[in-house]
């Protein structure tokens, strides 16, 4: 288990492009959920994000250990589209930081 954020970008391994504004809000929609406001709240362990000015989609490295089954979620999908990750590697405050 890496201990670094995986990002989802747009582009697929074959350089053709995946729409990137439906798949990650169809996928973090999945995985969002409502709280004591009628407010709709991402996972803190899958988030879109802007990576390097592409809209990607953020993994947290934690989400592996503590829910293994969206983990495998998004990475299933991520393999069957053939979509290219690569490691966030942003700091301070930019970074997808686990919760306390």
């Not at 592409?54 to 299933?76: F, G, K, N, P, Q």
């Not at 069957?80 to 930019?94: G, I, V």
Request: proline content about 4%.
């Amino acid at each position: 288990m890496s201990e670094e954020n995986q990002v989802f970008t747009s582009t697929l391994e074959a350089s053709d492009q995946f729409e990137p504004t439906v798949w990650i809000e169809n996928l973090v929609s999945i995985l969002a959920s409502f709280l004591a406001d009628p407010r709709l709240r991402y996972s803190q362990g899958v988030q879109p994000n802007v990576v390097d000015g592409e809209i990607c989609l953020v993994v947290a490295a934690w989400l592996e250990s503590t829910d293994r089954a969206t983990y495998d979620h998004v990475m299933a999908f991520a393999q069957s589209n053939q979509l290219k990750t690569k490691l966030d590697r942003r700091s301070s405050e930019r970074a997808m930081q686990k919760p306390a």
